[in-house]
């Protein structure tokens, strides 16, 4: 029988990185029946650059000692947003969810109240769960959340019979790797810009904060493509090795320039990213995808495969 939380202390990133990991897993696995959180998943949530281990990020603690939960809480100061992931060992009492969210509803509503008042409009606190996730939803629910946005995570499985290959690349397209050229980096970064303009939730970084999240969540330079048509930047696919430990690669990021839309661009860049990840020896290549992506990614990813695998809801609650 698992113990009753007696307090809340912070995060040891190291003494504790194997039992969160260990509660993450557990709580997806009463989920989903192939869970893939990761121990670099979680690694990254308490190393992020918004962490925040001294205030917001908080282990339940039972009398024992144990860790029965823990919410990981990240402030995205450019976003307006202060994001919480939490995770509660399953069977659980749902007092262990509301400690824990309690805790960072808090830590997020402080952060705002310390702000200059103009300052202040426009932040959220957030959280996302699956879709079919009650125990969780009804925490975040409790908490004062609301689903606010729908999310899918798209799979495609590689077939060893009829293995991916790279595509033909017409006259006038190339496609470069990145890798450790800053030049080409600034562009990837240039192009993940321009290509995301009015997507939800997306605010403009600097270069240098752009690439402190990168190499916090597994960066790999070597799976960055740019494609260029008649010599100009017009396309960023960007990978990393967030799923690996599970055989999958995976694109956080796949963007096309406006005026390029619709010439085969997204498709070449994804199709050469598969060919990669087959000769990297993956099973197959993953990404998420907003439901309401209004530039035709979905019908791309459809087109070349790709089904959805999870669907994750995005949860708010206004905090000015």
Known sequence: MLGR?????????DADLDALFSIAYA?????????????????SLLTSPDADLAQGTRAAIT????????????????????FADTYVSPG??????????SHATTYATDHVAELPADERPGWAFAGGCYSIDAVYAAALTRAGLAPVRRFHTLAVTFDSAAPPVA??????????????????TRTAHALWEESFVGHWRHVRRPYEEFMAHSR?????????????????????????????????????TLGVLE???GQGLGRLLLETFFAQAYERGRIGVKLGVDTENGTGAPALYAGV??????????????LA
């Open 216 to 252: 916090s969540r597994s960066y790999d330079p070597t799976q960055w493509w740019i494609g260029s048509v008649d010599g100009v930047a017009a396309g960023v696919c960007l990978g990393n090795e967030h799923l690996a430990s599970l055989g999958w690669s995976y694109v956080s």
């Open 167 to 184: 595509p033909d690349v017409p006259m006038g397209v190339i496609l470069t790797v990145v890798g450790d050229d800053e030049d080409a």
């Open 5 to 13: 939380v007696t307090t809340l202390r912070p995060v040891d990133p």
């Open 259 to 261: 005026k390029f839309r």
């Open 63 to 82: 009398s024992d000692g144990s860790i029965l939960g823990f919410v990981a809480v990240e402030v995205d100061e450019a976003g307006h947003e202060v």
């Open 305 to 318: 495969g790709m089904t959805p695998s999870r669907i994750i809801d995005a949860w708010e609650r206004t």
């Open 92 to 101: 659980a009492d749902g007092s262990t969810w509301d400690l824990l969210l």
């Open 27 to 43: 709580c997806e696995l009463a989920v989903v029946a192939e869970p893939d959180t990761t121990r670099e998943d979680i690694n």
